[in-house]
């Protein structure tokens, strides 16, 4: 019995979403333990953060460990550990955060999100954390094709459903836009040629073709930046002392060097600088 209640405790206390349950051997003091425990819960708040767990290298799981990993999932982490909150990571599709945000579903989403004015009309995003961009994917066979955007006029795009880049397509004449849950998605039926290209934020683009499976695919990503973007973390409307926290916070990390630290953990091999100052 005292060997199930110290799993309990430890289970209590758990900050991943997927946890490992870690168990005590058997002894007279677990039901101080679990009491100690109880208690250390009830004193750290959580910070439930949303998330679309499949856009690498900002956030995805590892298969090998079954943790969530990434540029944004190191930041957030780090700051839950100087705000003092408990970091509780909530998968979901991206267009789903905003809405989640403003049913007080999670409290922060956390996702490469670009700050955009529609987005801005219904959430409040902090300072910049990331310089990203358009860029466009698309097969070698289209690559020479492709000079500028009225190239990709009356064509059939790809996109990751609720993205950048599907907002930004959709100013573009005589397009069909097929969307998919996640950028993955859609590169794999862009190499089946199931569409003629497809607009992602650059740094997701280069990172995926950096990646083994990608090799033996058909793809490129052209050097041209279509739009500058910024990333942001993204609070309800109005929350403006969990606003805060975050950009002290992120100021924070950006002066002690913790930032840099996990930028060039995740972009340091690439040759380019995409850091928010």
């Known amino acids: 019995?005292?060997?199930?209640?110290?799993?309990?405790?430890?289970?209590?206390?758990?900050?991943?979403?997927?946890?490992?349950?870690?168990?005590?051997?058997?002894?007279?003091?677990?039901?101080?333990?679990?009491?100690?425990?109880?208690?250390?819960?009830?004193?750290?708040p959580t910070l439930r953060v949303g998330s679309l767990t499949v856009?690498?290298?900002?956030?995805?799981?590892?298969?090998?460990?079954?943790?969530?990993?990434?540029?944004?999932?190191?930041?957030?982490?780090?700051?839950?550990?100087r705000e003092g909150y408990k970091i509780e990571i909530v998968s979901m599709t991206l267009d789903g955060l905003i809405p989640a945000l403003m049913a007080d579903n999670i409290d922060v989403a956390v996702s490469a999100l670009t700050i955009t004015p529609e987005r801005s009309e219904k959430v409040d995003f902090t300072k910049p954390y990331i310089n990203a961009g358009l860029t466009v994917m698309t097969t070698r066979d289209n690559a020479p094709k492709i000079k500028s955007l009225k190239d990709l006029e009356g064509k059939c795009l790809c996109a990751e459903i609720g993205?950048?880049?599907?907002?930004?397509?959709?100013?573009?004449?005589?397009?069909?836009?097929?969307?998919?849950?996640?950028?993955?998605?859609?590169?794999?039926?862009?190499?089946?040629?199931?569409?003629?290209?497809?607009?992602?934020?650059?740094?997701?683009?280069?990172?995926?073709?950096?990646?083994?499976?990608?090799?033996?695919?058909?793809?490129?990503?052209?050097?041209?930046?279509?739009?500058?973007?910024?990333?942001?973390?993204?609070?309800?409307?109005?929350?403006?002392?969990?606003?805060?926290?975050?950009?002290?916070?992120?100021?924070?990390?950006?002066k002690d060097g913790t930032y840099d630290r996990i930028y060039d953990k995740w972009f340091g091999d690439t040759g380019e600088n995409i850091k928010a100052n």
């Open 55 to 81: 856009y690498a290298p900002f956030e995805y799981m590892d298969s090998a460990t079954g943790q969530y990993e990434g540029f944004d999932m190191d930041l957030v982490r780090e700051l839950g550990k």
């Open 163 to 254: 993205s950048s880049g599907a907002l930004f397509m959709k100013r573009i004449p005589g397009t069909t836009i097929r969307t998919f849950n996640s950028a993955a998605d859609a590169f794999l039926e862009l190499n089946k040629n199931g569409c003629y290209a497809m607009l992602n934020d650059g740094p997701v683009n280069k990172y995926f073709l950096r990646q083994d499976a990608a090799k033996s695919m058909n793809l490129v990503a052209l050097d041209w930046v279509v739009s500058d973007d910024q990333y942001g973390f993204a609070v309800k409307k109005g929350n403006a002392e969990l606003l805060k926290k975050l950009d002290d916070a992120l100021d924070a990390m950006k």
């Open 1 to 44: 019995m005292a060997l199930i209640k110290k799993i309990a405790a430890a289970a209590a206390v758990s900050a991943l979403a997927f946890s490992t349950f870690v168990a005590f051997g058997a002894g007279e003091n677990a039901p101080q333990q679990k009491q100690n425990a109880s208690a250390q819960t009830e004193s750290v």
